[in-house]
């Protein structure tokens, strides 16, 4: 398994290390019984050498050697590459292949060769997987790496980016204008979105959910909006660090409201397995992030174990590095790139391996804070950011301020504290941040606020008493502290 399973050899089969396709059925139907719905990660982008397409592919077989993208070198005596495309983990994104005297393209590992999906064929063999799983019951998919499915047929080199300090083996040293964010990708997840719909329709089920995983800008983003898809919102990943202020939160909320075509669903994604933790990315302020999300419009994306602050395991060994960006970086510089930190297993309990396995050792170490930072731990605590994030998936759920309600931000206080109001005309939720050491006192009568308002939740540190009446033209928040209060 290269990549975590990311190199697929068999896209409607299940590794062996997790299991088997009887134990998927299972977790489907269990999932089902607790009223939960299953989102299949799909990795359509590549597939694994290891797949009998490629072997095919490699053993001469025309119809699958058309199945990924194949060209000559520029200068066929020397093996040069085709072009001068360089792979997401560095390096060349072209092997040569003696057997077949021809290169293939692989935009991640050289063990993920590229799928041709110029290829009818290719679409076709997707569209099956799709239905697939569907048939096993599942509610949808979030797509990976949708941004690189297609490239230029032409195959021309890339300019340079001009960004300084990097050797033409990194990625970013070329714009990646003829292999990236191509128009084709959008209406390929449209036909997609057609198929899935067709197939609820048919077998008289809820739509099904299909999410884009695309690192891109913000126009290229909102863009999948218009083929009925939902792209994934990187705004608090990707702009926002601990340095961040009142004002620099508001614009990037405000920023992807404004841009999302009228009655779409917003998302917030504040962790995943590619960038480090939210609670290591804000030091103390995970659960301003966490109540700030669960009461924005739309959904909310929570990577396992920042619902209980995990954070990243920063000494992993260059002998135990599994993520292969890492590996191509060298042992010097392997820490700088490794994704393996927010990677480590989940913490259950204080047993061996945090209760995530019985066994010598696990697939990546387990952080060796699990004895005080683990979900049993919390689940008795008097105040947890589990029980934190439990109040706020409830009140995202059942409060009409939250699931019905008008979106408004404000910055008070010479930028020392941000401010969201939901309200639905009936109810009203507030939620205050203070980015300051020191406590501050507002006056939001003029905000179209009730004049009492009642704490409903606070960050664990900041122990405000919940349940507690104040007045809102003299509110105040304790140092660092993030609050959220409703109406009575």
């Known amino acids: 398994m290269v990549d975590f399973g990311y190199d697929i050899s068999d896209f409607t089969g299940v590794d062996p290390i997790y299991g088997t396709l009887d134990d998927f059925k299972k977790l489907v139907a269990r999932a089902k019984e607790l009223g939960l719905k299953v989102v299949l990660d799909i990795v359509p982008n590549h597939s694994s050498d290891q797949h009998e397409w490629f072997k095919k592919a490699l053993s001469g077989d025309q119809k699958y050697k058309d199945y ?7 200068n066929k005596d020397d093996k040069t590459p085709p072009n001068n495309w360089i792979s997401v983990f560095d390096g060349p994104a072209w092997t040569y292949v003696d057997a077949v005297k021809q ?3 692989h935009q991640f590992d050289p063990r993920q060769p590229d799928l041709n999906f110029y290829n009818s064929d290719v679409q076709a063999e997707m569209i099956k997987v799709l239905k697939f799983w569907l048939d096993l019951g599942i509610d949808g998919f979030r797509v990976d790496s949708a941004a690189f499915i297609f490239e230029d047929e032409r195959l021309l080199d890339e300019p340079r980016s001009n960004i300084q300090g990097l050797t033409s083996r990194n990625y970013n040293f070329l714009r990646h204008i003829y292999t990236f964010d191509l128009s084709a990708n959008y209406k390929l997840f449209e036909e997609w979105r057609n198929f899935a719909d067709v197939y609820s329709d048919t077998n ?11 690192y891109t800008d913000l126009d290229h983003t909102i863009e999948y909006y218009k083929y009925n898809v939902l792209p994934f919102n990187f705004k608090f990943i990707r702009n ?15 920023e992807w409201m404004n841009s999302m075509p009228k009655g779409e669903v917003a998302n917030w994604v504040l962790g995943n ?43 992993i060994s260059w002998e135990n590095t599994q993520d292969p960006q890492a590996c191509n970086a060298g042992q010097e510089n392997y820490r700088n790139i490794s994704r393996d930190p927010e990677r480590t297993p989940f913490q259950w309990d204080s047993t061996k391996n945090a209760g995530f396995s019985k066994a010598d050792s696990t697939w990546l170490p387990v952080n060796k804070n699990y004895k005080k ?15 934190l994030y439990k109040t706020l998936a409830l009140m995202h759920h059942k409060e009409p301020a939250l699931t019905e309600g008008s979106y408004k931000s404000f910055v008070a206080n010479d930028n020392s504290v941000l401010g969201v109001i939901r309200s639905n005309g009936c109810r009203t939720v507030l939620y205050l941040l203070n980015f300051t050491k020191k406590s501050q006192t507002l006056n939001l009568s003029g905000e ?5 308002l009642v704490v409903k939740a606070s960050d664990v540190d900041s122990n405000v008493k919940t349940s507690k009446l104040v007045n809102v033209d003299k509110i105040r928040l304790p140092a660092k502290a993030a609050v959220l209060y409703t109406s009575l």
């Open 68 to 74: 990924y993208v194949w060209a000559d070198g520029k």
């Open 448 to 452: 179209g606020l009730p004049s009492l």
């Open 204 to 214: 008289d089920q809820d739509q099904k959910m299909m999410v884009i995983e695309a």
């Open 273 to 315: 397995h590619d960038n480090p933790r939210v609670a290591s990315r804000f030091p103390g302020k995970s659960d301003h992030l966490t109540m700030l999300s669960m009461i924005l419009p739309g959904m909310t994306v929570t990577y396992n174990g920042d619902e209980i602050g995990m954070v990243d395991k920063r000494d």
């Open 240 to 254: 926002l660090t601990a340095a961040s202020t009142a004002n620099d939160y508001k614009r990037e909320m405000d």
């Open 103 to 105: 290169w293939y393209l």
């Open 373 to 387: 930072l683990n979900l049993a731990k919390q689940v008795k605590a008097r105040r947890s950011h589990y029980k």
